[in-house]
């Protein structure tokens, strides 16, 4: 799914537009045990509810898409009868209907998701009529003539609000606060089916985490069967291992001054496609020959990157993960420089004596702990205007 669609689907999520049926959900505390259970049509609820469940729900579909968001397919064994795949079509076709089945998933997440605290599992089914689009792009509400029927979960946080005097207007007094335990919006879910190509795709879903760092591997792996994703940092830190493993001696500061420039180039040039741009093993083998690496070095590419990622993996990296586009940074020991990315021209290495140093051009205003401070001539002390 690209960002537009995620809108699309997002935008049921208001009274306007909404086309949510049904509503599961099942409170779970510390201990994985079951503590109550709602199953109802969702216009039942009374409004001020409807609009808290949208909050959660908005916030399903929110964040970076390649970060927060995730597409991920299901291997072909998935989809075979006992597959996770299967078991979700089967909970979408029931329309939630299915007591049996909405308890199985219930078992499923409590047995998977590692979570030591309370959480509120919400399952929602909801029909969408999918406008028609005209030659210019604009919906046609009266074009539908295809639906969309999907499930959504969030897996919602449920914490014990702070202990606080309040104001009481039946009272008028300052009085000791109820705590009361409070449903937070969703650290994890997901999607089902897939929204590719404003169509139903059956073979994948989109996966939500608040987190990159706490992709819940065991619940991507048994529940939905998709096979967990590398993390954000992960594919930071393996795309790092990759470059340093391939360049070697060759590792030095102007290649990869290089390197960072081309790469944030590729990500710019394609900053407005509805996909972020993905590197596979071949992408990354290119940038490395357009940012001047010689065809001896390129020649280890292959093995370095074989070494670090198996074959089984066969990772696309998120270019924008992996990418340095707030800044470059310099980091030593005892001191670190950042620069803005497309300031890169700034700095360069020079031999001095023997020695190497780090240059930064100075061509404007200098603060030192926030002072303005003079350029000055170290041989004749005079400033520098």
């Known amino acids: 799914m690209n960002k537009k669609e995620i809108n699309e689907i997002k935008k049921q999520f208001t009274p306007e537009h909404c086309t949510i049926t049904r509503i599961c959900g099942c409170y779970v505390d510390g201990e994985k045990n079951k503590k109550t259970e709602l199953a109802q049509t969702f216009l039942t609820l009374t409004e001020e509810e409807n609009f808290k469940y949208f909050t959660i729900f908005r916030s399903t579909l929110s964040g970076t898409l390649g970060k927060n968001m995730l597409n991920m397919e299901f291997p072909m064994e998935q989809e075979q009868e006992g597959g996770t795949q299967e078991f979700l079509l089967r909970l979408k076709n029931s329309k939630l209907e299915d007591a049996a089945l909405v308890e199985e998933f219930y078992d499923k997440v409590i047995a998977t998701y590692d979570f030591p605290e309370n959480y509120y599992i919400i399952l929602i089914y909801g029909v969408y009529d999918v406008p028609g689009l005209t030659s210019d792009g604009i919906e046609n509400e009266d074009a539908s003539d295809y639906v969309y029927d999907y499930v959504l979960c969030s897996l919602c946080p449920v914490k014990l609000t702070e202990a606080g005097l309040c104001y009481n207007e039946k009272t008028n007094n300052i009085e000791n606060r109820i705590r009361d335990w409070v449903v937070g919006n969703p650290n994890h879910g997901f999607l089902f089916p897939a929204f590719n190509d404003r169509a139903t795709d059956i073979h994948g879903l989109l996966y939500y985490t608040k987190n990159s760092e706490k992709m819940q591997e065991a619940f991507i792996d048994a529940t939905l069967g998709c096979g967990a994703p590398l993390s954000y940092k992960t594919q930071q830190e393996t795309f790092q291992d990759i470059i340093e493993n391939t360049l070697g001696e060759h590792c030095d500061f102007e290649t990869i001054k290089t390197i960072h420039e081309n790469l944030n180039e ?120």
């Open 266 to 385: 590729y990500v710019e040039v394609r900053k407005d496609a509805p996909e972020p741009p993905v590197l596979d093993k071949m992408d990354v083998k290119k940038l490395l020959e357009d940012s001047g690496v010689k065809a001896d070095v390129i020649e280890s590419f292959d093995t370095a990157f074989d070494s670090i990622v198996s074959e089984e993996e066969k990772p696309k990296f998120s270019a924008t993960n992996v990418a340095s586009t707030r800044s470059f940074d310099i980091k030593m020991p005892d001191v670190v420089v950042k620069v803005k990315p497309e300031r890169t021209d700034l700095v360069e290495t020079r031999v001095i004596d023997g020695r190497q140093y780090l240059m930064i051009e100075i061509n404007d205003s200098v603060e030192v702990n926030g002072i303005n401070v003079h350029h000055v001539n170290m041989e004749t002390g005079e400033i520098i205007e």
